[in-house]
């Protein structure tokens, strides 16, 4: 006498459809403070310099700027740290004799209050064991 198969229950479907999830773009600024010292022999960085950052989300992001590796930690800002955006070269004069306002024009996006401080490490490969 055979005993009857347990039943299975019915397949479930993984498939959401798109109106059941939203996708949600979280932004969050971060001021990065590169810590060199300042009468060092080392240039200065310079601006719009390619940089890779590896880690972002964890205690201790490493990033390269220019070529020097830093090891990041972040700290609460005091007070808070404003971000701007440039927004196209500055504007000319229409008349010969008025001077052209100083400096591009900055919309205000955002702040934030925390900081990566980061400081100069050199890697070194691990020891073979």
Do not use: W
């Not at 990065?32 to 310099?49: A, F, G, H, T």
Request: glycine residues 6%; hydrophobic residues 30%; proline residues 12%.
């Amino acid at each position: 006498m055979s005993s009857p198969e347990p039943s299975q229950p019915p397949p479930v479907s993984l498939e959401a459809s798109d109106s059941e999830y939203e996708e949600v773009n979280e932004v969050t600024y971060v001021i990065c403070d590169p810590q060199r010292e300042i009468n060092s022999d080392e240039p200065q960085l310079k601006p719009n310099v390619g940089y890779s950052i590896t880690g972002l989300d964890s205690d201790t992001p490493y990033m390269v700027i220019d070529g020097i590796t830093y090891r990041g930690e972040y700290e609460d800002a005091l007070g808070s740290g404003l971000i701007f955006a440039v927004k196209g070269a500055p504007a000319q004069s229409d008349h010969d004799r008025t001077p052209p306002e100083a400096g591009p024009r900055l919309q205000y996006v955002d702040h934030t209050s925390k900081v990566l401080r980061l400081y100069p490490v050199i890697l070194k490969p691990k020891a073979s064991q």
